[in-house]
């Protein structure tokens, strides 16, 4: 079915019910309307030099969170964490020691020029010594695809080379995975967690720029200096000892090192006949770490249903940014107006707008607003809420994550990320469509951004999402320029008027959540579907 297709038919399916529990509501006949003084000043208030770039673990998250606790009160929302505004997720802070060299069979590579490694478990050091090293392809384990690179291997204590990215994209073949758009199992989070569960020493995916969607200074970059994780209670033990990256160049010395054709065996793995391969190489690499503990805090924010309280719709957003960070030069404050005050103050506009339409017709099920904490490094804010600490994932009917968002002029379509995923996609379709909209498919389904924001750690405990983004598609020069650089300031010059349009997509499609009784489902065999369907019986 081509996409038109199918999105004609998801706007019949919509139009007349998504299903039988799911009949469409009036959901905006109540609605006060959005307020572009309020979300003007949200933005310029979290994205003013004083709260120095919404950092964790600063001033800047105390005054933030601090400023969110206030105005969802002001609005008349509870605290959703025990009575509480602010959620504790506790963390730890890895700095890797880059003083490291890892060895191949004869072979000695540079940290950073080379290679780059980290790790999350609570160790002062790393060390992996004479581990055999195995090339897995590009390391997947998918069933439903009948793919199985692990096949016929034990990867225990060894030391894993693996593709970056997946089959799909390497052949351009839509038959093959989703083609073009990445899947879950390209993602580099991906391939670190299906290793450790086979109990690898350590990981190297080999770094190339298409594949990977950014240059090798981006994984540089991404992987040293301080770290953020969750902490358990067994040091992060679970996690993966070492989690690497290589340069092509140096991949394809190891290779040749063991008397093979790293463009070859590239070739090789892209066939479901493909087989593990020992290199018959010794991996050698050790580092320290620095490890400190510390607290951030999410912020929820609770509109409590008047018929099944227990049953919660999740709009969310993540407060955090890069901080300030001092250079040579002087201090330089990274803001981050767009992403992600823009989808913080949104929020607010939204809670405020909802609990006026709860006070004149009370919603059967109840709303969270939830700004997770360290986004930016590495999804944990969002992954302490997903432990069900708050609520338990099985109760969260859907989740509305907004990641950034169009500050400039209204368009006549909204970016839709992932294809063919959940019955989610109905209802953006539905709104869209009563807005004048289109639905157009995320143009860089190649960079798999569906797996990249918070709202992936509640698909990963089964939660129906849909993502909010809009970073580059209304204003080119936003990614090369402004995209997590210093110059994402707010601009009173803004019109907001694609933020008006997506604040009230989102209460159309919450507010018939709220109202009508439904349960979206994930429409694709994954992981997802299964989590969520062990949960519903």
């Known amino acids: 079915m081509s996409y ?7 706007l019949v399916i919509v139009l ?17 309307g959005v307020s572009l003084n309020n979300i003007k000043q949200h933005i310029k208030t979290l994205a003013s030099d004083d709260f120095e770039g919404r950092g964790p673990l600063t001033l800047g998250e105390v005054k933030t969170v601090g400023y969110l606790s206030e105005q969802y009160k002001a ?9 509480d505004f602010l959620h504790p997720v506790k963390m730890a802070m890895i700095t890797a020691d880059q003083n490291m060299q890892l060895t191949m069979g004869d072979l000695s590579f540079k940290a950073g020029k080379d290679f780059t490694a980290r790790t999350k478990q609570l160790q002062p050091v790393i060390d992996v010594r004479n581990s055999d090293v195995v090339f897995v392809g590009y390391g997947i384990n998918a069933p439903e695809y009948n793919w199985n690179d692990y096949a016929n291997i034990d990867v225990t204590g060894k030391t894993v080379i693996v593709l970056v990215n997946d089959p799909g994209f390497a052949t351009q073949d839509d038959t093959l995975f989703t083609g073009n758009a990445m899947t879950y199992y390209g993602r580099w989070t991906y391939k670190y967690e299906e290793a450790a569960r086979r109990g690898a020493k350590a990981v190297f995916i080999v770094h190339e720029t298409a594949p990977a969607a950014y240059p090798w200074g981006v994984v540089e970059s991404s992987n040293t200096g301080t770290k953020y994780s969750l902490m358990d209670n067994n040091l992060n033990a679970s996690e993966l000892p070492v989690m690497g990256w290589l340069t092509l160049d140096a991949a394809e010395q190891v290779f040749a090192s063991a008397h093979l054709n790293y463009q070859q065996l590239k070739q090789h793995a892209l066939s479901k006949q493909f087989q593990a391969k020992e290199l018959n190489l ?14 951030s805090h999410n912020v929820v924010a609770k ?15 993540h407060w955090d940014h890069f901080g300030t960070k001092q250079t040579d030069s002087g201090p330089k404050i990274y803001n981050g107006a767009v992403d992600n005050a823009s989808g913080t103050a949104a929020t607010l506009e939204i809670a405020r707008i909802m609990q006026k339409m709860h006070q004149q017709i009370p919603f059967k099920r109840s709303i969270i607003f939830a700004n997770f904490t360290a986004e930016e490094t590495g999804l944990i804010g969002s992954a302490q809420f997903a432990s069900g600490d708050v609520i338990p994932t099985k109760n969260m009917v859907a989740l509305l994550n907004i990641d950034g968002m169009n500050v400039l002029d209204s368009t006549d379509y909204i970016l839709q990320y992932g294809k063919d995923l959940s019955t989610m996609e109905y209802y953006l379709a539905k709104a869209a469509n009563a807005q004048g909209r289109q639905v157009k498919l995320d143009p860089r389904a190649q960079n798999g951004l569906f797996f990249r924001s918070d709202h992936f750690s509640l698909a990963k405990q089964g939660v129906p999402s849909l993502l909010f983004m809009s ?9 090369t320029h402004k995209y997590h650089k210093e110059a994402d300031d707010y601009s009173a010059d803004w019109s907001l008027g694609g933020v008006k349009q997506d604040v009230e997509l989102i209460v159309d499609i919450a507010s018939q959540l709220a109202n009508n009784g439904d349960w979206p489902k994930w429409t694709s065999e994954s992981d997802f579907k299964a989590k969520r369907t062990a949960d519903k019986q």
């Not at 007349?16 to 006060?32: D, F, I, R, Y």
């Not at 609005?75 to 009575?83: D, E, Q, S, V, W």
């Not at 320290?288 to 503990?293: L, Q, T």
């Not at 970073?471 to 990614?479: A, E, F, H, V």
Request: charged residues 20%; proline residues 6%; glycine residues 8%.
């Open 75 to 83: 609005i008349g929302l509870t605290g959703a964490y025990n009575g």
């Open 16 to 32: 007349t019910g998504c299903s039988e529990s799911a009949t469409p509501t009036s959901s905006l006949e109540n609605s006060p």
């Open 282 to 295: 010794k991996a050698n690499l050790a580092f320290k770490n620095e490890v400190s503990h510390a607290k």
């Open 303 to 317: 509109i409590t249903g008047s018929e099944s309280p227990d049953e919660y719709i999740v709009i969310s957003a």
């Open 4 to 10: 038109i297709k199918t999105i004609t038919f998801f």
């Open 471 to 479: 970073l580059g598609d209304t204003d080119p020069d936003y990614i």
